[in-house]
């Protein structure tokens, strides 16, 4: 009667580990699933980012172009100086958005190369953590093996006792 004790006792312990790796396997699957949601979230800030700091380029090369054409007009033009200083004031406040936009365009660029960055650390986590969640599944299933040979062993034994 004390090794059939002992099976159930068995038995129930194998139960027990098999409950745990479950919900292990549940803890890391909503764990993956939240990263997963983190990493597509990021990839929609890059994709942002890039779309602003492509618009910020195009800002800046179109301002520059201002730029050149006032310049160029300023020096080609013999006005007035009531004329020239309009054009010199126009000028410095299209320098200074130009500037402006040079600087969004680096914060932007720097905000990207961080989101790509933090991109890649999701990534890699959410690979650790798929490997983690493999490693539990192949345990579960190592477990419930163990746990079927048993209930079959107790199975056996029962019949065995049984047929006595």
Same mark, same amino acid.
């Given at each position: 009667?004390?090794? #059939?004790?002992?099976? @159930?006792?068995?038995?129930? *312990? /194998?139960?027990?580990?098999?409950?745990? +790796?479950?919900?292990? =396997?549940?803890? #890391?699957?909503?764990?993956?699933?939240?990263?997963?949601?983190?990493?597509?979230?990021?990839?929609?800030?890059?994709?942002?980012?890039? *779309?602003?700091?492509?618009? /910020?380029?195009?800002? =800046?090369?179109?301002?520059?172009?201002?730029?050149?054409?006032?310049?160029?007009?300023?020096?080609?033009?013999? $006005?007035?100086?009531?004329?020239?200083?309009?054009?010199? !004031?126009?000028?410095?406040?299209?320098?200074?958005? +130009?500037?402006?936009?040079?600087?969004?365009?680096?914060?932007?660029?720097? @905000?990207?190369? $961080?989101?790509? =960055? @933090?991109?890649? *650390?999701?990534?890699?986590?959410?690979?650790? #953590?798929?490997?983690? !969640?493999?490693?539990?599944?192949?345990? *579960?299933?190592? =477990?419930?093996?163990?746990?079927?040979?048993?209930?079959?062993? /107790?199975?056996?034994? $029962?019949?065995?006792?049984? +047929?006595?």
């Amino acid at each position: 009667m004390s090794s #059939l004790d002992g099976i @159930k006792q068995k038995m129930v *312990h /194998l139960k027990e580990k098999e409950e745990e +790796a479950l919900a292990k =396997v549940e803890d #890391l699957t909503a764990k993956n699933k939240s990263l997963e949601q983190e990493n597509l979230a990021k990839e929609q800030e890059i994709t942002s980012l890039a *779309h602003k700091n492509q618009l /910020l380029e195009n800002e =800046v090369e179109k301002l520059e172009k201002i730029i050149k054409d006032l310049k160029t007009s300023a020096e080609e033009s013999n $006005q007035s100086n009531a004329t020239n200083e309009s054009l010199q !004031r126009r000028l410095q406040l299209l320098e200074e958005e +130009a500037e402006q936009a040079d600087i969004n365009l680096r914060e932007t660029n720097e @905000k990207l190369r $961080q989101t790509d =960055v @933090k991109a890649g *650390h999701y990534e890699r986590k959410v690979q650790a #953590l798929e490997s983690a !969640r493999d490693q539990w599944e192949q345990k *579960h299933e190592e =477990v419930s093996q163990k746990y079927a040979a048993t209930r079959k062993e /107790l199975e056996d034994f $029962q019949a065995e006792i049984g +047929a006595m």
